[in-house]
């Protein structure tokens, strides 16, 4: 990425050789298989980056449901076994809700809540528990019919469970009242709802929903470098960035091994999912507002990034789960008002609250220098190579910084 490009917070010293999408509109990409025995903690920078076991010495996610709605989850992987509730498989086709026909529901399960037992993915909440609602997605059989509503049916079901927070890590183009509806619902009945804001950046950066409606927080993705993904969607509807790039994945649904190199903004709602669950099982006793609000008031933002405006590309800014956990940044404020929209649960905008048209800033502000802000954990390369390490949180700083179009989504998946 080239110096001076409003996209990044700095240029990178080193970057990974950039990976190329295996499928067209795929979530993610990956490079060399990896054999589940070499343990993929290793390779999850962003545990280190992001000071997980520091966050984990007072919360893991404990009490907290989250329910995936992606391609399905395997509750029989080592990593996710004893983790996985009972869900819905929202296709109506042939199967369950643990069936999962490419691995990437299963590897966001992992990302939240895998306790990495087996050498597997371990979540940045093991604690939490994964409620699957299984949707079509590309990899579904072809000659299967399904659902043609089937997300707007697991929405519905994540609504009606007891899982707190909703994280879904697909998308597509087309905008559906139903889904809109269903997405209200479930923000009535006091959910937290996570989506990807899109792989589109470099084809045309169109939009991606659910991540476009208002009540759902639309989550951007960056590197270990600190830099915006050059995929990550950008513009007004993005609310929040996390880790999305360079992070293993399940190769395929034989679940045979892990690979490589894994990129999307799937990756960066799971883990902003993630986050909201360790906040959450501290402040049980908080509302979805409430938690919400404390992740933007405490998401890394920079020195030089002062006012409440949002970045096109990092929204209010980077998740930072230890600034609160530890250090106790964030305040919740009112129960019953929206960070995302500025209303009441009645529907009255709370006094002193920000326009929801408010725009956004078209740059991402520039790094400060040395101080508490978003990346953090400068290292060395074995090679001799210069800085890859980074985010979220400590002291030193690196920056990162219609209805009736739709039609089965497993067409459609853009994230």
């Not at 951007?220 to 915006?228: H, S």
């Not at 530890?326 to 919740?332: A, D, E, F, M, Q």
Request: a neutral charge; one cysteine or more.
């Amino acid at each position: 990425m080239a110096a001076g490009t409003n996209r990044a917070w700095a240029v990178p010293t080193w970057r990974r050789v950039a990976c190329t999408l295996a499928l067209a509109g795929a979530c993610s990409v990956g490079m060399a298989p990896t054999a589940a025995a070499e343990g993929m903690e290793s390779k999850q920078w962003y545990l280190k980056a992001m000071h997980a076991d520091e966050i984990w010495k007072k919360s893991t996610g404990e009490g907290i449901k989250v329910a995936v709605i992606d391609s399905g989850v395997n509750s029989k992987t080592p990593s996710l076994q004893g983790q996985v509730l009972q869900g819905l498989d929202a296709t109506e086709a042939p199967g369950e809700a643990t069936d999962d026909y490419e691995g990437h529901g299963t590897t966001m399960a992992e990302l939240i809540a895998g306790t990495g037992k087996g050498g597997g993915i371990r979540g940045l909440a093991p604690g939490a528990k994964i409620v699957p609602m299984r949707v079509a997605t590309k990899a579904f059989p072809k000659d299967v019919k399904v659902n043609e509503w089937d997300e707007v049916v697991a929405m519905r079901a994540a609504a009606d469970s007891d899982a707190q927070i909703i994280s879904v890590s697909i998308g597509n183009e087309f905008m559906s009242e139903r889904e809109r509806e269903a997405i209200r619902y479930a923000r009535s009945k006091g959910k937290l709802i996570f989506a990807a804001a899109g792989n589109s950046a470099k084809k045309g950066n169109k939009p991606s929903y659910p991540a476009k409606y208002d009540e759902v927080v639309a989550v951007g993705a960056i590197d270990r470098d600190g830099q915006v993904g050059d995929y990550s969607h950008h513009s007004e509807i993005v609310d929040i960035a996390a880790p999305g790039t360079d992070i293993p994945y399940w190769c395929d649904s034989t679940f045979t091994r892990y690979c490589d190199g894994g990129e999307g903004t799937s990756q960066a709602a799971a883990l902003a999912s993630a986050s909201a669950a360790l906040i959450w099982s501290a402040h049980p006793d908080w509302t979805a507002n409430q938690v919400l609000r404390v992740m933007f008031e405490s998401a890394g933002r920079g020195e030089q990034w002062k006012d409440d405006s949002k970045s096109q590309y990092l929204g209010h800014g980077v998740v930072r789960p230890n600034a609160h956990i530890t250090r106790g940044l964030g305040k919740p404020g009112a129960p019953d008002a929206s960070p995302l929209t500025g209303e009441k649960a009645d529907g009255e905008a709370p006094a002193g609250s920000a326009a929801p048209s408010a725009p956004a800033a078209s740059k991402t502000p520039k790094v400060g220098s040395q101080s508490d802000a978003v990346v953090a954990g400068a290292g060395k390369r074995a090679d001799g190579g210069n800085r890859t390490g980074l985010i979220l949180g400590g002291a030193a700083v690196v920056a990162v910084l219609a209805a009736g179009a739709i039609a089965v989504i497993r067409k459609r998946r853009t994230t």
